[in-house]
């Protein structure tokens, strides 16, 4: 059970483009899932935090008007890297932690390398 | 603030060896601990937990205990095999505003060769 599905798994475009990741928990309701970056070989980093229909919160530092968090169901979570550059190359990972379990483990998809040329 | 430290790696190992990867943290309150597992080009799975001081969690023959006196969640196993090679994560989650944020360690790459 507590699978994440994210889609697309890999990503090449050109820059300017903008690029829509999907977090998907398939077999449970996700109160809350974040958004992560991970630079090559080193942590995640956390970018923000969204809850089912409501505004995301964002880590300081990252820009809210370029990556845009949708979070419409609690199943289905949209990360839109706008007007993407080379700069904005990386892996990208969401999870999620299940609705009404407090303190339970965040459920992590498999990411996303976003490739900007 | 919270904070997970890892080990440095690469951790380079022959087969059935032991294996140790220390993790410390700092928190404030009782956080619960965790030890994710990442494969190249994967995003991370959930290895082991434990949620308050002296549990153990184990999976998969590795093991990790709750230390509250030396704030350490220390991953062992007895004896690695190649597929164990990967990048451990060790981490720590506070309820915080009601929900588990999660603070990483850098992660510790683990070699395993035959």
């Known amino acids: 059970g507590a699978v994440v599905s994210q889609h697309p798994s890999w990503v090449i475009c050109k820059s300017g483009t903008s690029v829509k990741i999907e977090c998907r928990s398939l077999?449970?309701?996700?109160?809350?899932m974040f958004w992560y970056r991970q630079f090559p070989k080193q942590s995640l980093m956390l970018m923000a935090t969204?809850?089912?229909?409501?505004?995301?919160?964002?880590e300081q530092g990252v820009e809210k008007d370029k990556f845009l968090i949708n979070h419409a169901s609690l199943t289905l979570s949209t990360l839109t890297v706008t007007s993407a550059h080379p700069e904005d190359s990386s892996f990208y990972i969401c999870?999620?932690?299940?609705?009404?379990?407090?303190?339970?483990?965040?459920?992590f998809g498999d990411g996303t390398r976003l490739s900007i040329l | 603030g919270n904070s997970v430290t890892q080990m440095e790696g690469p951790v380079t190992l022959s087969e059935e060896a032991f294996l140790t990867i220390n993790c410390t943290y700092t928190?404030?309150?009782?956080?619960?601990l965790f030890w994710y597992v990442q494969y190249p080009g994967e995003g991370l799975q959930l290895l082991l937990k434990?949620?308050?001081?002296?549990d153990k969690g184990s999976n998969k023959g590795f093991e990790a205990t709750y230390r509250k006196e030396t704030t350490s969640f220390h991953l062992e196993k007895g004896s690695v095999q190649v597929s164990d090679s990967a990048v451990y994560f060790c981490?720590?989650?506070?309820?915080?505003?009601?929900?588990?944020?999660?603070?990483f360690g850098k992660g510790t790459m683990l070699l395993v060769s035959p």
């Open positions: 999870s999620a932690t299940e609705l009404g379990i407090s303190n339970q483990p965040q459920h």
């Open positions: 077999d449970f309701q996700a109160t809350t």
């Open positions: 969204s809850n089912e229909g409501s505004k995301a919160t964002y």
């Open positions: 928190a404030t309150g009782y956080p619960s």
């Open positions: 434990a949620t308050k001081a002296d």
């Open positions: 981490a720590l989650s506070d309820l915080g505003s009601g929900y588990s944020t999660l603070t």
